[in-house]
């Protein structure tokens, strides 16, 4: 395992915190860097600008909230004379940040190429996370050893794919279902992106459902948790048939329904809305979820193994219209051909049964 100093110096300078004393590393104003595991890293503080400024780790960027990390890390003398900051990279460490004790807005990110958890071996994809995904799509490109701004620049690239996943068609391990309880004379149901759009609202997030996408099938169910349950199909309809309802407020039993989209929620509008008698029932209903983003270097992504190899060549594609455009072609052929053979797999057959076709002619 290799032992790596980095010179420490503080002066004015820019970051995405903004302007005043930053720390500066080999020169460099608050650059992101790599800490592989095992590896030894020094943050030599000798320098005399470095005098009151302590360095340390978080697990939070900027350490707010205040996270410090303390596993492999050891701080010795004082900052501006003879100051030191040593950390040995655990197996498994979290993304990090490095920080200035006393004085915000100093330092950057310092990320770790951990290999995850392993603590179930037969599930592939918990063995598989997201710098793997990186360091495989930066290797299609022939780059080697990537850089913090390279690391930052392929997370963002999968976040971008993964959302065109969402366009691309129905992925059965983002369906779900739940129950809806139903509301004498309330027409519409909001479900939000996140809590943060849900807590903005003037009603609570309809049953805490958050990230919803669209909902495919629904039913009005009655006596849910009794033997007697009972099914009724409901009919999904578009915005021109909801609009052609002359009273979209009048009360019955519920048997259409119309999914409106908007950037920060789904809307489920009901018609007719319920009665006093359907307000006791449900809706039930199977929809299917936003994908989610990528989230720290050391997170698996939420996808099954079988989609692990055309997110590997996605990305590579990706990652190529800005950095090898020469082989973005040939390698866009790549992902889509292992999009299509994820796509065939993804989901559950229902048996085929095959019938002979009869003629009767002169009928």
Request: one cysteine or more; hydrophobic letters at 30%; proline letters at 4%.
């Amino acid at each position: 395992m290799a032992t790596i100093t980095y010179t420490v110096t503080v002066a004015s300078g820019t970051n995405q915190y903004g302007t005043g004393n930053k720390f500066y590393l080999n020169g460099t104003v608050s650059p992101d860097i790599n800490l592989v595991e095992g590896n030894t890293y020094i943050f030599d503080q000798s320098d005399g600008t470095n005098a009151t400024h302590f360095l340390a780790f978080s697990t939070n960027a900027n350490n707010d909230p205040a996270a410090p990390y303390t596993t492999g890390v050891t701080i010795t003398g004082t900052p501006g004379t003879d100051g030191k900051t040593t950390i040995v990279v655990a197996d498994f460490a979290p993304t990090l940040y490095y920080y200035c004790t006393a004085h915000s807005g100093m330092g950057a990110a310092a990320y770790t190429l951990s290999g995850g958890s392993t603590s179930e071996t037969t599930t592939f994809e918990k063995s598989f996370p997201v710098d793997d995904v990186v360091e495989e799509a930066y290797e299609r490109l022939g780059y080697q050893n990537v850089t913090g701004y390279h690391l930052k620049s392929a997370r963002k690239s999968l976040n971008i794919l993964l959302q065109e996943w969402g366009n691309r068609g129905l992925h059965y391990w983002e369906v779900d279902e739940t129950n809806v309880d139903l509301v004498q004379g309330q027409s519409d149901y909001d479900f939000f992106r996140a809590s943060s759009d849900g807590s903005s609202a003037t009603t609570a997030p309809t049953n805490n459902i958050y990230g919803l996408s669209d909902i495919l099938e629904a039913q009005l169910r009655s006596n849910r948790t009794q033997t007697t349950q009972s099914d009724s199909p409901m009919t999904k309809v578009d915005r021109s048939t909801y609009a052609g309802f002359s009273n979209k407020l009048s009360q019955g039993t519920p048997n259409q329904y119309w999914v409106e989209r908007f950037v920060d929620k789904v809307r489920l509008h009901i018609y007719p809305t319920p009665d006093s008698t359907n307000a006791s029932k449900e809706i039930h209903f199977y929809y299917t979820k936003r994908i989610q983003d990528a989230g720290n270097y050391d997170d698996v992504v939420n996808v099954p193994y079988r989609f692990v190899p055309c997110m590997c060549a996605g990305l590579a594609f990706y990652l190529s219209q800005k950095y090898t455009p020469e082989r973005a072609q040939q390698l866009k052929l790549y992902y889509e051909d292992e999009f299509q053979r994820a796509l065939q797999e993804d989901g559950s057959a229902s048996s085929t049964y095959i019938t002979p076709k009869a003629y009767y002619p002169g009928t």
